[in-house]
């Protein structure tokens, strides 16, 4: 049985007596809409919440999915391929639905919450790194008024998730947008996190050569010794067919780069937000831009001698928005540990409202539960220490 079915039965297991634990409370969720979160949604619903689900990026919603939640009495907010105003205005009109508890993915539903005054909040969630980052900034600058669960810190989200999820959906949303053979192609990554490590992996394994970017020595060293080439970003990508930026941060491809780019080169992002790239910047330096294909740009570069560079996706996330995201045995690791801290923020609700530092260490018993539960799920078996070696483990 899939963890995520057997952490849903765990929270019910908690309140045998009562149907829907949760019944009376408000969720507001700001997810990418797929099958995954589907899931996750419906369970919610189930336990007992009344749900408001804005959408996590314009490009990554999926229309039947909508459909499903909105006849579950979930309100939707967000389409494929809207706005950007759009989907600000979608974020925004989540946050002001008077939530008891949020969810998000990339703090934006947090920060809008926060900016609109809300008062009913108690507790929160979020999902990835790029979110934690957004968190922890708030938490210092005092905006965070309620205790957040960072979800990405989680091992049972981040190795699985980050690493594996991405690893695959990434290539996979490559292939699917370009079509290109991966073998004998030189990617470059820039960031050698849990993301980039996990799409490394992958491409290398089709073939590809790969060549790392980093700013941190420790995470630059470590590629190198898993034998990929490093290399600041302006020489790495004079030899590069693709690059994929994967560092959460902004500006990693800019105009400073682009002139450095080889004819016909492949530029994607997998970080939570449109924002490693210079799109807007690109676009103006372009003398002739073509939608080749739905999820592909060709912006044509002045210069000498004159040069086209393929852009995905807008620059926006390529394994969701070209692809369909991490499969949903990944999917399920991530949601486990959702269900479980939103379960976690209801029961101990009152001792953590006192916490002066709203921004939570991911509670450990809810990542060996994760870990417990999907070895159940996957049908693992794993030894266990032996009485003499627990006691070696604790002598001091
Ligand atoms: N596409 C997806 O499905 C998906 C899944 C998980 C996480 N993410 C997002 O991907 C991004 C990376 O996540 P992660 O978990 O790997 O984070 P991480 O912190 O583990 O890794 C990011 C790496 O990028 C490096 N970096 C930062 N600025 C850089 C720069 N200018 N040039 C080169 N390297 C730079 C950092 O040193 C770090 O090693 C985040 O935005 C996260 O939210 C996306």
Redesign the pocket.
Known sequence: MPAFILAEKYVKSRAPKVARPFEGLKLTACLHISKETSVLVNSLRDLGFEITLAAANPLSSQAEITAFLLSRGVVVLGRKGETTDEYQKDILRAARASPDLIIDD?GELHFAYASSGGQTCFGGTDE????TTRLRAMDLAGKLRYPVIPV?EAPTK?IF??KY??GQ??VDGLIRATGILVAGKTAVL????????GVAMRLRGMGAKIIV????PV?ALEAHLDGFAVLP?KEAVAVADIVLT????TN?LSAAIFGHLKDGAIIGN????DVEIDVKKLFDMGTRIEQMRPNVAKIELNGQPKKSVLLLCQGR????AAAE??PPEIMQLSFANQLLSIHYLVVHRKELTRNKTKLLSFPAEIDSLVADLALKGFNLKIDRLSSIQSRYAHSA
């Open positions: 990339g990835t790194t790029t979110g990405n981040h998730d980050n999820g991405t959906s990434s820039a960031g050698y996190g849990w993301v980039g490590q970017t980093e700013v941190n995470r970003m994967c560092t959460g941060q990693v997998l970080g939570h937000f996330v390529i394994n969701l995201g991490h």
